[in-house]
């Protein structure tokens, strides 16, 4: 799974898993520009409130 199919996952369910908050931390040093961006988003959506950490059922 890329940042941008995580992003939209997360988004559309407002759920981000610890597995793939994990994911993005150990893939954060390959990441381009735009993929970087992408996580910083990811980030303040969850300081927001309009992610939460959880799991899918």
Do not use: E, M, Y
């Given at each position: 799974m890329?940042?941008?199919a995580?992003?939209?996952?997360?988004i559309s369910t407002?759920?981000?898993?610890?597995g793939e908050l994990g994911?993005?931390?150990?893939?954060?040093?390959?990441f381009t520009r735009c993929e970087q961006a992408t996580?910083?988003?990811l980030g303040?959506?969850?300081?927001s409130g309009q992610l939460q950490l959880g799991c899918r059922l």
């Open positions: 890329g940042i941008g995580l992003f939209l996952t997360s407002g759920i981000i898993t610890q994911w993005v931390t150990r893939n954060q040093l390959n996580a910083l988003k303040q959506l969850i300081d």
